[in-house]
């Protein structure tokens, strides 16, 4: 099983410039979490970190698919995964988080460990509602959004109108309620 550890930057032996590494993230690095977001996947993650005296700045690119199980359906499928963020941490007196994407580190660190930071990452972009695939429509023109297909009834029920006047039995209810136009 893998260890947390590989995920360590040592930014005390940097030298004040442009570094890049990269990332393998599978069902081994997920299962080092305690988490049910998700059921594993394959993602690169592309970190590119510029060192200055003052600022550490980490860009993420992380790419990929996650397999993730359907809300509606409990089928699972794979979600792609795009993503491009950006983390700041600075140097101060004391060890804390001052945004969602800034850090604070004591000046004497040594290390940085990223894991947390790309499994949270991945887990903000997955949706709330996690949908198959199958249950939107894709329109032909590709600049268009898909559509989410919804339905209650059987594909041979007819929707009801408010428009279409019913000649059977409705509830007595709305009849009133039409009457007062």
């Known amino acids: 099983m893998r260890k947390i550890t ?3 930057i040592q930014i005390a032996t940097l030298s004040n410039k442009v570094h890049e590494y990269d990332f393998v993230l599978d069902n081994a690095f997920f299962e080092l979490f305690d988490q049910n977001l998700l059921n594993g996947g394959l993602l690169r993650a592309h970190v590119i970190l510029d060192k200055t005296d003052l600022l550490l700045q980490f860009e993420f690119k992380i790419t ?3 397999n993730v199980t359907c809300d509606r359906s409990l089928d699972e499928f794979d979600y792609p995964i795009n993503i491009d963020e950006l983390l700041l941490v600075r140097y101060g007196a004391v060890e804390t988080e001052l945004d969602d994407n800034v850090l604070q580190i004591l000046p004497g660190t040594q290390s940085i460990n990223i894991a947390q930071h790309l499994f949270d990452y ?3 972009a997955i949706p709330i509602k996690k949908l198959h695939p199958r249950f939107y429509e894709v329109d032909e023109d590709p600049d268009a959004e898909n559509i989410l297909i919804y339905t209650s009834g059987s594909a041979n029920t007819p929707a009801d109108d408010d428009d279409q006047d019913d000649d059977g ?4 209810r709305w009849d ?3 009457k007062l136009k």
């Open 6 to 8: 590989e995920f360590d």
């Open 64 to 66: 990929g698919h996650v």
């Open 122 to 124: 991945v887990g903000l």
């Open 169 to 172: 039995a409705g509830d007595p």
């Open 176 to 178: 009133i309620l039409k």
